[in-house]
């Protein structure tokens, strides 16, 4: 089904490469080339990572986190609404709302992991995470999550029907090397003191070996048409209703 008013604020698809994988500095201009026409905006970060060690004696005290960073590219459009970024070993490829739909998102994931095969002559990725964050608010004063998400008992507990403030996370495996994750959180909105946020974050994580050839564009298609699946099981008729599904005329949705 597709919706009037969509609710999606961000949409990612990311590869991850095995840490013997080759790398170097040199990948992010050599990428850059291939993608600029379509991202010309440029900006380098970086990656933070903190990695801490716990102790199993209780009365020890825990080590000092050790800070690691790594260089990050991000190249975009102008209006920053469609992102590559670069890091080592990692290829993320985002898109911000307005969502353009899966027709405009999958060709842009497929043709930007061609640019980094070609260039890197990496063939597979170890591990592919498809990933879409839908976010709407109410200002309903007699808020009730179940009025928005199904706590059917399915993929959300019918405990959580009554609740205006929750945060609530589900993680199963579905196949051999994938997994189904999803997190709802509902929260405080800006404005209104009975204004509610409630934010969708929904994931298909894909591990192993996977090749990045002609098998990826089937691939991304069932995670994607799971993750629409998943989140048409979420939602209650008067979401639905809020977001106006379009004529069957329209293509499907997302």
Request: charged share 25%; glycine share 4%; hydrophobic share 35%.
């Amino acid at each position: 089904m597709k919706y009037k008013n969509p609710s999606i604020v961000e949409a990612l698809c990311e590869f991850t490469f095995a840490p013997e994988t080759p790398w170097d500095s040199t990948i992010f201009g050599r990428l850059y080339e291939r993608v600029k026409n379509d991202f010309p905006k440029r900006e380098e970060g970086e990656l933070l990572t903190a990695t801490l060690t716990m102790s199993l004696q209780p009365t020890q005290t825990p080590a000092p986190p050790q800070m690691q960073r790594t260089p990050r590219m991000v190249f975009s459009r102008d209006d920053r609404t469609r992102l590559v970024q670069v890091a080592e070993r990692v290829l993320t490829i985002n898109v911000l709302a307005p969502y353009p739909g899966w027709e405009a998102f999958r060709p842009m994931i497929l043709d930007t992991m061609n640019a980094y095969r070609d260039i890197t002559e990496i063939r597979e990725a170890s591990q592919v995470v498809l990933r879409y964050l839908d976010r709407f608010e109410t200002e309903d004063e007699q808020f009730r999550l179940g009025d928005w998400l199904n706590c059917d008992g399915g993929l959300f507990p019918r405990e959580l029907a009554d609740q205006s403030l929750a945060v609530y996370q589900l993680r199963y495996p579905r196949t051999a090397g994938e997994h189904f994750a999803m997190t709802a959180v509902c929260g405080p909105a800006s404005g209104k003191a009975s204004a509610r946020n409630v934010i969708l974050d929904t994931q298909i994580i894909r591990t192993g070996s996977i090749q990045m050839d002609e098998s990826s564009a089937p691939l991304l298609k069932s995670m994607h048409d799971q993750i629409i699946d998943a989140f048409e099981r979420s939602i209650t008729p008067k979401l639905r209703d809020r977001l106006e599904p379009l004529p069957d005329s329209n293509g499907g949705k997302q």
